[in-house]
């Protein structure tokens, strides 16, 4: 059996993206801070106006596309000039204009094309479920589109300038997009539209240090200019959120968890049935898809809600202030691009602990054996993590509702900050640096040399992370990460049936095997099983970009796993059910599965986005 195999092909299957096309015209996109283009300034758009107007049951919009000053990182810094979308009449916006219509309602839609020189197509603008279509607009011209809206549901139309693209051009051009709800007759409980776009010149620049030109937005901005959404305790929200982008996007709540309600695509939407709901902190959404949360602020304070991709999140985003100057590091602003912020207003927490605190030292340490420079968080103040070790932090063992003091002393030459992925806690302990707060008190950066302690509650057991939340494209890839288990009270941990699993990235631009890591090892050791036996396997994505899946196989059969846990809540009984691999899993995310072995034999567990592509753990199975 090949034991592991990791070919180039791979950076593509974990970047998920394409490689990065010559810069075209740039300086001809982007606007210096400060400089008036004499172009009409493209609003962000919050999604709470629909477009148009009823007339005699129709409803009449008008949509011209036009160039547009955009400045995605907020008024006063550099934009970009690009294509937009406005309603005829009014300022362009990115996203475009908000189409919202009940069920069974006729839509005319006037589509001018105000750009001369080039034509535009349109997509989207067709009944629910599908198929596809478009409409192409002249260049300076104008077409009418009429259709009745169909099933209720979360979708998106989106326009594209010029001839259909070329095979290995996506061109990414989504700024050009905005979302379509159909409500039921009488209409939807009250919710939020969030569209996600994303221009780049060219394409997919953030995964180079100061590659391009790019607007990643939630609502038409960048962090920190992104809105800050205003919340209640004990107040249900419903977010509709479209990623009209040519790029995939696990989005990740702090403190709570949150039901996944729908999953739509170009075509259609599912809106699921109770039984069929997830309950993720993080769910990834695929180019082109949509979705529909809901969940209940039940504690104050600040928190988040961002992509995990940490490419989507890097401050080498943000736009140069001048032509060949690098962005400049806003103090304090460690993050941006797909990041919400969000400000419970002060009330009631819903944490519980029971018994003394548990205190537990971590420490960030810098080690200088494998692969370079490597962070590890160890537990042992005099430890020297070396080469036997697996991951680089250890996991961490806690128990239902007893609360835990964790104490991070910082002995790397730069700060960091802890994180505390899928626990439902206090916002001060969440670990954004200078961000998370709640009581007055606030998750610091931890400088060189400097500790602090984070409150953490164990809500509910299952499999969690804790992670660096500061530069995480270098501190994750670094080993600044680590799994966290929480068992039910007095059950004990059994390495003997249960296991963790936790893939990470060793390099920002993975190529090879070694840069790839699954408990912070290329080879991992031969499992032992018996017959009859029941493993958990609890696997953590926590690379700063890809996704997974994890099959188990013997020779070059598939062979059946049982689903258990996702993000650490256990699946409801419906949904544990037997899959013959583990769904994708994308960064921030974590899956429990079970296997019981019924035959004696040699089998693999093998984590990667390929049957071909990954790290295998090889499992001998003797008979009872
Ligand atoms: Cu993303």
Redesign the pocket.
């Known amino acids: 059996m090949a034991r592991m195999r990791f070919v180039p092909l791979s950076v593509l299957a974990l970047v998920g993206s394409v490689p990065a096309l010559a810069a075209q015209s740039g300086p001809d996109v982007l606007i210096p801070a400060g400089v008036d283009p004499g172009l009409p300034v493209a609003d962000a758009n919050d999604n709470r106006m629909a477009a148009g107007a009823l007339r005699d049951g129709t409803l009449e919009i008008g949509l011209s596309v036009v160039r547009a000053a955009w400045h995605p990182e907020g008024p006063g810094a550099p934009g970009l000039k690009v294509a937009a979308i406005a309603e005829t009449g009014r300022v362009p916006s990115v996203p475009a204009p908000l189409i919202r219509l009940e069920e069974g309602t006729r839509v005319r839609v006037t589509l001018h094309n105000e750009l001369t020189d080039t034509s535009v197509a349109f997509f989207g603008l067709y009944p629910r479920p599908g198929p596809r279509d478009s409409v192409i607009v002249a260049a300076g011209g104008t077409e009418v589109v009429e259709f009745v809206a169909g099933a209720p549901g979360t979708y998106f139309y989106r326009a594209r300038e010029g001839p259909p693209r070329e095979r290995g051009d996506p061109r990414e051009r989504e700024q050009l997009a905005g979302a379509l709800i159909v409500d039921p007759v009488g209409g939807s409980p009250p919710d939020r539209v969030f569209v996600l776009n994303v221009f780049s010149e060219p394409v997919d620049t953030s995964v180079t240090p100061w590659g391009g030109l790019e607007g990643v937005t939630i609502n038409g901005r960048e962090f920190p200019s992104t809105e800050r959404v205003q919340l209640q305790v004990g107040r249900t929200e419903r977010w509709r959120v479209v990623n009209a982008t040519i790029?995939e996007?696990p989005m990740h709540l702090h403190g709570f968890f949150y039901d996944v309600l729908s999953r739509g695509t170009r075509v259609a939407d599912t809106v699921y049935a109770e039984a069929d709901r997830r309950k993720v902190v993080t769910e990834s959404m695929q180019a082109f898809t949509t979705m529909t949360m809901e969940w209940t602020p039940t504690r104050p304070g600040t928190w988040l809600f961002h992509?995990h991709?940490s490419f989507?999140v890097t401050p080498r985003l943000r736009l140069p202030t001048a032509p060949g100057v690098p962005p400049a590091h806003h103090t304090g602003a460690h993050m941006s691009g797909?990041a919400l912020g969000l400000v419970v207003a002060p009330g009631p927490s819903d944490l519980v602990a029971e018994g003394d605190v548990l205190r537990v030292d971590l420490y960030a340490s810098k080690l200088g054996d494998r692969q370079g420079y490597r962070y590890a968080f160890t537990t042992d103040p005099d430890a020297v993590p070396g080469p036997d070790d697996e991951t680089p932090g250890p996991p961490l063992i806690f128990e239902q509702y007893r609360p835990v003091d964790v104490t991070v002393h910082n002995r790397l030459p730069v700060p960091t900050g802890v994180h505390w992925h899928g626990l439902e806690l206090v916002a001060w302990s969440d670990g954004v640096p200078g961000w998370s707060r709640s009581d007055g008190r606030v998750s610091p950066t931890i400088e060189p040399g400097g500790s602090f302690t984070y409150r953490l509650s164990t809500m509910r057991p299952g499999t969690f992370i804790y992670h660096s939340h500061l530069n995480d494209i270098d501190q994750l890839t670094g080993g600044l990460y680590g799994p966290l288990i929480v068992l039910p009270p007095d059950e004990k941990f059994d390495p003997t049936l249960d296991h963790v699993l936790t893939f990470g990235w060793r390099s920002e631009n993975p190529s090879k095997l070694e840069d790839v890591e699954l408990n912070g090892r290329n080879e991992l050791r031969v499992g032992r099983a018996v017959v009859g036996q029941t493993h958990r396997f609890r696997l953590v994505n926590i690379g700063p970009a890809g996704q997974i899946y994890a099959w188990l196989r013997r020779d070059d059969e598939t062979l059946p796993i049982t689903l258990l846990a996702k993000d650490g809540a256990d699946l409801p009984p419906q949904q544990q059910v037997t899959v013959e691999r583990l769904p994708l899993l994308g960064v921030g995310e974590t899956a429990d599965f079970t296997w019981t072995p019924t035959e004696s034999g040699t089998y693999q567990v093998w984590i990667g986005p390929a049957l071909e592509i990954g790290i295998g753990q090889t499992w001998e199975v003797v008979p009872r």
Request: aromatic letters at 0%; charged letters at 15%.
């Open positions: 790029r996007h992509c991709l989507h797909l």
